[in-house]
């Protein structure tokens, strides 16, 4: 069974563009996380999907930030305009835990973000 | 005051040491504790998770929970060095989708672990 895959691996874009992530979760998973790691600091949670609606976007850093996950499959992570704090490592995690079970999180091996 | 304290480290090892790592935490919510590893350019891997204070053990590895403390650890047992990978802890509320935001994982920084031959 093939994992959670995400693309592009690294981009590098100037200050100002716009960059769109994508996460493919694990076929089946009705959950997909998105979680950030910034240079030196600790993995963030930004967001959460049940199927195509958002659940929880706590952890969304501002409104540069606009995630999708449109009939409930794939999703994307737009930033536009970028900034340079915007640099790091996005993960996607995604989870199938039905009500009252264990949510066992599988992540993917996550989007490098530079921008310059 | 940081949720989740974790030594980055670095830690360095011979091979067959034992290895422990941990991470303290302050919010008393906390109920579900997971360890992650992490290889270079890979995503976090789950490796173990529990619940209640006390030990779980599974092979070479045993996580540890002190709630009254708000201390975890991980022991690895006959270190090899395919153990050589970054360990994170993690946290949350509740280990199932409650609603909310109860089960978001809070992360600790990472221990980077080397396993040397």
């Known amino acids: 069974e093939a994992g959670v895959t995400q693309f592009p691996s690294h981009s590098v874009i100037e200050k100002g563009q716009t960059v769109t992530l994508r996460c493919d979760p694990i076929s089946g998973h009705d959950n997909l996380y998105w979680y950030r790691r910034v240079m030196g600091k600790e993995i963030k949670f930004l967001l959460h999907?049940?199927?195509?609606?958002?659940?929880?976007e706590s952890g969304m850093p501002n409104n540069r930030f606009l995630a999708e996950r449109t009939g409930g499959t794939y999703s994307t992570l737009k930033v536009q305009p970028a900034e340079l704090e915007d640099s790091g490592v996005y993960f996607c995690a995604s989870s199938q835990a039905l009500a009252g079970e264990t949510d066992t999180q599988y992540f993917g091996p996550g989007t490098r973000l530079t921008v310059l | 005051q940081k949720e989740v304290e974790q030594d980055p480290g670095p830690l360095s090892v011979p091979e067959g040491a034992i290895v422990s790592l941990n991470c303290t935490y302050s919010?008393?919510?906390?109920?579900?504790f997971m360890w992650y590893r992490q290889y270079s350019r890979k995503g976090p891997e789950l490796l173990m998770y529990t619940y209640s204070s006390g030990n779980k053990e599974d092979g070479r590895f045993t996580a540890q929970v002190d709630k009254s403390s708000k201390y975890i650890s991980l022991f690895i047992r006959d270190s090899q060095p395919s153990d050589s990978a970054t360990y994170l802890c993690?946290?949350?509320?509740?280990?199932?989708?409650?609603?909310?935001?109860?089960?978001?994982?809070?992360f600790g920084k990472g221990t980077l672990l080397t396993v040397n031959p």
């Open positions: 993690a946290m949350s509320v509740s280990p199932w989708n409650s609603g909310g935001s109860n089960y978001k994982l809070t």
């Open positions: 919010n008393s919510a906390f109920q579900y």
């Open positions: 999907f049940v199927k195509e609606s958002k659940q929880d």
